[in-house]
T-cell receptor, first 113, second 109 residues
Framework: EAGVAQSPRYKIIEKRQSVAFWCNPISGHATLYWYQQILGQGPKLLIQFQNNGVVDDSQLPKDRFSAERLKGVDSTLKIQPAKLEDSAVYLC???????????FGPGTRLTVT | GENVEQHPSTLSVQEGDSAVIKCTYS??????FPWYKQELGKGPQLIIDIRSNVGEKKDQRIAVTLNKTAKHFSLHITETQPEDSAVYFC????????FGAGTTVTVRA
């Protein structure tokens, strides 16, 4: 079974630029999550989708971050404009349902200069 | 929301010895407690989990215990090997997954 796929793996941008990350969850997983992991910390949930609907986006900085999950499969996370403090690893995870085991992708390491 | 605290932040053990990581949580409604292992440059990997109706679970060299009354849970790794070196995260879920800050485990050969 293929795992969670993410791209790109690395991205370097200047502050005020925009960036987008892509995630393809495990086949059949209805729930998809985006996490932000700052160096030396545990992942922090940004947004959670159930199929193509948002379940929780309370921690998403909506003035600059947006996410969508069209057709209930792939998802994209966008940052516009980026700030220095957005430098982190952005992890995508998926699960078969709410409250079940979450499986993570390799992450995208974003550096904002 | 849930607050998960994890100790110690770093742990160095001799190969073959045991390693123990402890976590506490704040929300008594939390009912699922996974443990993740994260190697450099990789995403967290689920290694074991326990639900609130179970007190202990074991999988080969790894075991987890849960004390709901005290609101703490622990990861035990026995007969540690160099490949066990990684960052380990505990987590708890009430309505969303909340992670501890992580424990960097180094197994000395």
């Amino acid at each position: 079974e293929a795992g969670v796929a993410q791209s790109p793996r690395y991205k370097i941008i200047e502050k005020r630029q925009s960036v987008a990350f892509w995630c393809n969850p495990i086949s059949g997983h209805a729930t998809l999550y985006w996490y932000q992991q700052i160096l030396g910390q545990g992942p922090k949930l940004l947004i959670q989708f159930q199929n193509n609907g948002v379940v929780d986006d309370s921690q998403l900085p909506k003035d600059r971050f947006s996410a969508e999950r069209l057709k209930g499969v792939d998802s994209t996370l966008k940052i516009q404009p980026a700030k220095l403090e957005d430098s982190a690893v952005y992890l995508c995870a998926s699960s078969s349902g709410l409250g079940y085991e979450q499986y993570f992708g390799p992450g995208t390491r974003l550096t904002v200069t | 929301g849930e607050n998960v605290e994890q100790h110690p932040s770093t742990l160095s053990v001799q190969e073959g010895d045991s390693a123990v990581i402890k976590c506490t949580y704040s929300d008594s409604a939390s009912n699922y407690f996974p443990w993740y292992k994260q190697e450099l440059g990789k995403g967290p990997q689920l290694i074991i989990d326990i639900r609130s109706n179970v007190g202990e679970k074991k999988d080969q060299r790894i075991a987890v215990t849960l004390n709901k009354t005290a609101k703490h849970f622990s990861l035990h790794i026995t007969e540690t090997q160099p490949e066990d070196s990684a960052v380990y995260f505990c987590a708890a879920i009430d309505y969303k997954l909340s992670f501890g800050a992580g424990t960097t485990v180094t197994v000395r050969a």
